[in-house]
């Protein structure tokens, strides 16, 4: 039943909801117009002073310095994840792994958990190794003559996405990491150890770890009336062995297509990072740390420097919607605050909480806001400095609301196929094929995520 309700959703989802783009432009026309007729810091302002005020907000946030960083930020944790989760080293894992599986429910069982795990060191490893993962066992099935059901084992792959926040990688528990970042004159700076490292994270995450797999090992039948069919050849290729540029300079050849360039190259970003950690311990892991990580590893793992600008190429192209879209997110956030919308909204979610229900409302809320904002680091863009005065008007721990938002961002992602487009492309699916099934886990979730936050 709940999955025909997914179902349902994804196709009107398909039919009238449009793209993340569009909304938002949208997102930025309304929360131009709310500000114009009820920020109560400009409706006393002659209208073409009010317009003025919107407008300096708008624009000294739009291409924002700390907009600018954040968005590169992002960018590079989802360029950096695609290119290791390329690497051969990497799908010769995978390959290994999607062989073990015997049976159809065992193989539904491996698939999540291995995307979850992938998320939860980074999102945009799990993106993509999500994929590979399910594919390789429904071709590994196939071989067989065995009996699987593939769009199980995509939804399975793109399962990852529940956990994401609050792995490694999670934006928001990250980017307040920072000294500076645009939520430190209401927070100042939250070290990991109070959010990703937290006991209420790691049980939360835990418990998910165990609970998503467990559920694609019930929803698998034990005999699939579906064969699974995976006539793909996306990443049929190993790219790492395509061809570079020529060079007529034999010496130019050598040092474009040469282990040792990477190999010296990994070896100084390592380096780098353990004289960071050890001057910084735990309170050093940021955003620039976990890039400069998986830079680092990227580049010991690709065999030249030729083969690894090659893969960054190709992933650059899943980054189209983080370059776009980020500076609209930070243009409403400049106009929620000089409207002194900011203060109205958080006064709003003060009235209807208390200090133990605010992380479920926190949880709902980014919950549905991430239906329009499909990017965990730009909804927090939107919506954290509104999340974090009301926790400190309730006297929430920051850190609660901080992972209360970071759940309930990535809780929806289970009907918000955007970041499924790679795993689409990679198994040859379409939305509506995964989407029945990771609304039942989703549905089954949130309530548990939320009865940890109240209990925790």
């Known amino acids: 039943m709940i999955s025909r ?49 919107i407008a300096d907000g708008w624009f000294g946030a739009f291409y924002g310095s700390s907009g600018l960083t954040f968005a590169m930020q992002m960018t590079i ?24 599986a015997k049976g159809p429910k065992t193989a539904a069982f491996v698939v999540a958990l291995v995307a979850c795990l992938a998320s939860v060191i980074q999102w945009g490893l799990g993106a993509i190794v999500g994929a590979f ?9 196939e071989r067989d003559g065995r009996p699987v059901d593939y769009p199980l084992l995509g939804a399975a792959g793109y399962a990852g996405f529940m956990v994401w926040h609050g792995g490694l990688s999670g934006s928001a528990p990250l980017k307040v990491a920072e000294e500076g970042h645009f939520v430190a004159d209401v927070i100042g700076v939250v070290p990991v150890s109070q959010t990703l490292l937290s006991p209420l994270n790691l049980v939360i995450t835990g418990t998910l770890l165990v609970v998503i797999p467990s559920l694609f090992w019930a929803l698998m039948p034990t005999e699939p009336e579906r064969i699974t069919t995976p006539d793909v050849s996306a990443s049929e290729t190993d790219d790492e062995a395509d061809a570079g540029p020529s060079y007529e300079h034999p010496l130019l050849h050598w040092l474009e297509e040469t282990r040792a360039i990477n190999l010296m190259a990994g070896m ?22 976990i890039n400069l990580l998986f830079l680092t590893a990227g580049l010991v793992l690709y065999p030249t420097p030729g083969a690894y600008v090659r893969a960054i190429r190709e992933g650059v192209q899943g980054a189209a919607g983080i370059i776009l879209q980020f500076p609209f997110y930070f243009g409403i956030l400049g106009v929620l605050q000089v409207s002194g919308l900011i203060e109205q909204i958080a006064e709003f979610f003060v009235s209807i909480s208390t200090q133990v229900t605010f992380p479920i409302f926190a949880f709902l809320s980014a919950g549905i806001v991430n239906f329009f904002v499909p990017s965990g680091g730009g909804q927090w863009a939107v919506q954290g400095q ?27 992602n289970m009907l918000q196929p955007f970041w499924a487009l790679p795993l689409l492309g990679i198994m040859g699916l379409e939305a509506r094929d995964i989407i029945g099934y990771t609304a039942l886990v989703m549905f089954v979730t949130g309530p548990l995520v939320m009865g940890l936050l109240v209990v925790l």
């Not at 509104?386 to 929806?412: C, K, R």
């Open 268 to 289: 100084l970003g390592f380096g780098f990072l353990g004289w960071y950690f050890a001057g910084r311990g735990v309170a050093g892991w940021n955003l620039n740390a």
């Open 386 to 412: 509104v999340l974090m005065e009301a926790a400190n008007q309730l006297g929430v721990p920051t850190h609660e609301a901080i992972m209360a938002f970071s759940y309930g961002d990535a809780w929806t």
């Open 5 to 53: 309700i997914g179902e349902w959703l994804s196709r009107q989802s398909e039919r009238f909801v449009p793209s993340p783009f569009v909304l938002a432009l949208l997102l930025s026309a309304v929360t131009c117009l709310l500000a114009g007729f009820f920020g109560e810091a400009v409706t006393g302002q002659a209208p073409i002073d009010r317009l003025g005020t």
């Open 77 to 100: 944790v989802l360029v950096t994840g695609h290119v290791l989760a390329r690497s051969a080293p990497v799908r010769g894992v995978v390959g290994r792994i999607a062989r073990v």
């Open 133 to 141: 993962m399910a594919r390789e066992m429904g071709r590994a099935f």
